[in-house]
Each structure stands twice: as C-alpha cells, then as structure tokens.
C-alpha cells in the first residue's frame, strides 16, 4: 500500500509575479499526515491560510486564484501541478504576496528543488478515489468538455484548438506521472499577442515578458502597435509581416502549448483534494472548466466518501468457507463471511452473499426480508476477527470476543441478492490481547454500514 509523502525539507524560489509584478518568496515546508495543501499568506495579519481546495478559487481569468475571507493568491497551477505529479502529498506553503512568482512560466523550477530535497515517507495511506465509471462535465458556449474514464494510474490526453495560423490544433498525452519532470514540466505558460493588450488593461500582467511566456503573434497589426507590445513586453523589434512565436527561448517542443494546457489540467486537479486513479481526457481545457471539474469530482467523492474496494470475484479467494471455519468457531447460522478475497498487513476484504434462504429472514421480516444490522456488524466483527487471527502463531487455539462498538452508521437496507463486501482495518495495534478496528460494509460502490469495533483476543482452554 502506498504512502502518504511530505518534504524532507522546505526550500523558497523568488522572482516576479505575473500579474502584480511584485518581487515575491514562496517557501515549501513539510506538513504532517492528511494535511494535505494549505497556502499560508505570511505578508498579512495573522498569517491567514487558505487550504488548496476547489471550492476555494474565485476566478480563473488568467490562472487558478484562491480565497479565504480577504486572503487571495494567485497563479497557484504550476506549484501545484509539480506537487501533485511528483506525489507530494502534504506540504504547508507560505507566500509573502498575493500571489506565486512566475519563475520561468512552467513547473520546472519546482520540480528541480523538490527533487533537490527528497521526499519523506509517512505513515498514513495514500488515498487514491479511484473511478469505477465514465463522468464528463461540458460546456456547450466554449466546446469545452473533461471526460474521466476508470483506469490504472493517473493520466491525461488534452487537445487544444485555436482559430489561428500558427497555433491551430495540438494534443499532448501523459500516461505515467513518472514522466511528468521531462516530459511536460517545462512546457511554459502562453499569450496570444492580441490578448496582451486587454490584460494590461485589467490590470494584469504586469510582471509578464518573454522569459516567462511564449508570445504567439497570428493576427497581423501595423508595425508601430506591434513595436508598442514589443516595448512591453520586452521583446527585440519584429517585422509585423511575419506571424510566429515572440520569445528569447526557442520552444522546448513544437506542441509546448497543448503541453503546457496538460500541465494546467493537473494543477486544477491537484485542488480535487485526493489523488485520482482515472484518465482524463480533455478538450479545450481551461482553468474555468478544470475548475468546475474538479468541483463537481469533489461532489461525487463526498458522496461516496469511503470508497468500495474493488475486487474480482473470478480470482481464486485468500481464504475460502472451508479455510475460514479452520480460524472462526462460528457455524451455521452464524458464520457470515463467505470469503476473504484481500488481506494485507493493513486491511482485509471479505464478501457474504445474501440470499432468500438467510435464517433470520423468517422473522426480519415476513413480508419485506431486511438483514439485520447487527448481524452486519456481526460480519465486519468476524473480518476483522480472521485478519488478527491470522496474526497469531496457532491461530485456531484463540477466539475474538467484542468488547465494544462505536459509531455505528447505518445508510441503507440489505435484502436478498446483495453481495455484501466487508473492508476492515487495524487502527490500532494489537496490544496486551487488545485491538480497535474500523469496518465499512458496501453494496455494490455504495457504503451501507460502518462501525469502530474494540476486540479482545483470548486463548482458549
């Protein structure tokens, strides 16, 4: 089972903001378990901090901002792109402005010093929301459209399409986060020269030039607005003839802009909160799509808060119904695990199928047959109970008495042809014969019933 991963140690870049051309500090620090990332505005009163969440970005004009009350910081995407791709999963981040220096417009320079100082094992679970279905989220106005498909890993297909002559249509793909340092971080962020203007009206860019940014020149102006945006931005003199890309940099790839959008697309993600397995294929992506994306995920993981384990009910079982009377005493009508079809030094997976033959039926009830809740508890009790079980040296000499049940939640009925899958989880050890586990029962992805069950480990006589 994967780790969560913080810093070994903190490290700061400084340079220019984007927007508000201030010279600015940024500094990554490691950050305990389940923190997950929290920007911390230190030039301000009481250091406020805004947790990196979806909910918490306010506008998505030019970059992906973030909000708290008066706290606001800006141009968050490429940190959090090297954070998220690099499995950085805590980190506390403070900023002395209102937003993140530019550097160099890519997530380069972040990943160099988060490869200079390592990363720090921890000893929560990584936890990864994993897809099981097909989920979309499209804009009819832009044609904008992300579709999420289940997959192994974490990847990304985007396609960007332009009305242009130098930049039209482009697609990059990233299958494996491992490449995401040589393949993608350096891609830089882009500017078509017609939007400059209009920015620097808003107030924006003021700390842009061709350092930071590809200039894409495609429509053609006379030569002096055009010796105008060059005085601006920094650029030597071009003949306004000739269309193409303004920067001191030569492209790192002929297809750096749809490289760059991928790039922007797992920033966005990184405000969903958990990692993902799933692959993300996204058309016309922008900053307020990715947005209202990583939105709508956090919905539905709320609504599946614990997630079902994923098992194949073809492969040969851990432990089957024989195995499992070698360990528990229980027999007819109260064993209630069928199978064990996972079980690591963290966890076990069983599966009971409920059938119209189930005893307790007769009188739970008559005329609507519902299984009763104790008796799924019961079931989780007997999955924990063959996971320590199978701990102990002779384990068919001791028995698992319950001691104690707490935080008993039950959310929906089950009835005859449900498979029932138990997960249950250690979250103490066991010490001085005595041991507290977390159980959660699922029908189908739905989480039905969960408990905290307190245990006694006895020998018997």
Request: contains cysteine; glycine residues 6%; hydrophobic residues 40%.
């Amino acid at each position: 089972m994967l780790k969560q991963n913080t810093l070994k140690d903190s490290f700061s870049l400084s340079g220019k903001g984007l927007h508000t051309g201030l010279h600015l500090t940024v500094t990554f620090n490691p950050a305990p378990e389940n923190h997950g990332y929290k920007i911390q505005r230190t030039d301000l009163p009481g250091q406020p901090l805004i947790e990196a969440v979806a909910e918490n970005v306010t506008d998505t004009q030019r970059g992906t901002v973030l909000s708290k009350g008066d706290a606001r910081c800006s141009t968050v995407e490429h940190a959090m792109a090297a954070l998220y791709a690099l499995g950085v999963d805590n980190v506390l981040i403070q900023v002395d402005g209102p937003e993140f220096p530019i550097l160099d417009g890519s997530a380069e320079p972040y990943v160099k010093e988060i490869h200079r100082v390592g990363l720090l094992e921890q000893q929560a679970p990584k936890d990864y929301y994993v897809i099981t279905h097909k989920m979309e989220f499209c804009d009819e106005k832009t044609g904008a459209c992300i579709t999420l498909l289940p997959d192994d890993d974490f990847s990304i297909t985007s396609m960007i399409s332009f009305d242009g002559k130098v930049l039209n249509s482009q697609f990059a793909t990233l299958d494996n986060m491992d490449k995401f340092a040589t393949e993608i971080a350096a891609a830089r962020t882009f500017v078509f020269v017609r939007e400059i203007e209009p920015l620097l009206m808003a107030g924006l860019i003021k700390g842009g030039d061709l350092d930071n940014a590809i200039v894409i020149y495609e429509n053609q102006t006379s030569q002096e607005n055009l010796d105008k945006l060059c005085e601006l931005t920094g650029a030597e003199w071009h003949d306004a003839n000739e269309l193409g890309y303004l920067q001191h940099k030569p492209l790192v790839w002929e297809n750096e802009p749809a490289r760059h959008k991928l790039l922007d697309i797992i920033g966005d993600m990184a405000l969903i909160g958990r990692p993902i397995k799933g692959r993300i294929i996204a058309t016309r992506p922008g900053h307020t799509i990715n947005n209202k994306f990583a939105r709508m995920m956090r919905k539905e993981i709320r609504k599946h808060e614990v997630q079902a384990p994923h098992i194949n009910l073809n492969k040969a079982p851990i432990l089957d119904v024989n195995q499992i009377r070698r360990l528990l005493p229980h027999r007819y009508p109260m064993q209630l695990v069928d199978r064990v079809v996972a079980l690591t030094p963290s966890s076990i997976v069983a599966v009971k199928n409920i059938t119209s033959n189930e005893p307790f039926f007769q009188g739970h009830f008559p005329e609507e047959p519902i299984m009763p809740g104790v008796l799924i508890i019961e079931a989780m009790a007997q999955t924990g109970g063959l996971w320590v079980l199978r701990q102990m040296e002779e384990p068919e000499r001791w028995s698992t008495y319950i001691l104690k049940i707490d935080n008993v939640r039950f959310r929906q009925k089950v009835v005859p042809g449900d498979t029932l899958v138990f997960k249950v989880e250690p979250i103490t050890p066991l010490t001085h014969n005595l041991i507290t586990m977390q159980g959660f029962s699922f029908v189908g992805e739905n989480c039905i019933a969960e408990a905290i069950v307190t245990a006694q480990i006895i020998k018997n006589k």
